[in-house]
């Protein structure tokens, strides 16, 4: 079946570091992938929508200038927390739709991210 | 944009009873459900999902019904295990975006 590669999977890094974190599509092509964030015991929350060729769409009250998304091909979209602060950890995941552009999502494996 | 309310945040159930997760929703567009199972600090496993053109579904011990009139659908586990111990949240989908409730911590109790 499908499969959605994400790495790292954790991350460890001091206070205004850059992390960036891949999300790839191993076996189909994913024109569209979406990014979420989810808080210790809450929700998975979107942050935005990526677009291979073209410019991400941000959920309101995400920052485009603090969570970088590039989706330069058809099987990777990479997020890059800039200047990431304690505030920042949180697990983040992707998800692509299926190879024919429909439900059911596939996720990636998460990246636990820890800003000290 | 898409709001979906879950409930109960958390319930406990003797092994091998019935659990009962209900979630409503507020976009009458949004035309796909999916329910999804999470361990700690793993990704969502989806165990069972149902379109707007379909009232129930069932596959063994899960099934899922949608109520589209009143937005409702639900999720039941029967003859529940303890390895079914998990967050459960379910979401609903409108323009490939999905929208998730805020989770049912279901316990198992052997």
């Known amino acids: 079946g499908a499969v959605v590669s994400q790495h790292p999977s954790w991350v460890i890094c001091k206070s205004g570091t850059s992390v960036k974190i891949e999300c790839r599509s191993l076996?189909?092509?994913?024109?569209?992938m979406f990014w979420y964030r989810q808080f210790p015991k809450q929700s998975l929350m979107l942050m935005a929508t990526s677009n291979e060729g073209s410019k991400a769409t941000y959920e309101q009250g995400v920052e485009k200038d603090k969570f970088l998304i590039n989706h330069a091909s058809l099987t990777l979209s990479t997020l890059t927390v800039t200047s990431a602060h304690p505030e920042d950890s949180s697990f983040y995941i992707c998800?692509?739709?299926?190879?024919?552009?429909?439900?059911?999502?596939?996720f990636g494996d998460g990246t636990r991210l820890s800003i000290l | 944009g898409e709001n979906v309310e879950q409930h109960p945040s958390t319930l406990s159930v003797q092994e091998g009873d019935s659990a009962v997760i209900k979630c409503t929703y507020s976009?009458?567009?949004?035309?796909?459900f999916p329910w999804y199972k999470q361990e700690l600090g793993k990704r969502p496993q989806l165990i069972i999902d149902?379109?707007?053109?379909?009232g129930e579904k069932k596959d063994q011990r899960i099934a899922v019904t949608l109520n589209k009139t009143a937005k409702h659908f639900s999720l039941h586990i029967t003859e529940t295990q303890p390895e079914d111990s998990a967050v459960y949240f379910c979401?609903?989908?409108?323009?490939?975006?999905?929208?998730f409730g805020t989770g049912t911590r279901l316990t198992i109790i052997p």
């Open positions: 149902i379109r707007s053109n379909v």
């Open positions: 976009d009458s567009a949004s035309n796909y």
């Open positions: 998800s692509a739709p299926g190879s024919l552009g429909n439900q059911p999502q596939h």
């Open positions: 979401a609903a989908n409108h323009n490939e975006k999905l929208t």
């Open positions: 076996d189909f092509q994913a024109t569209t």
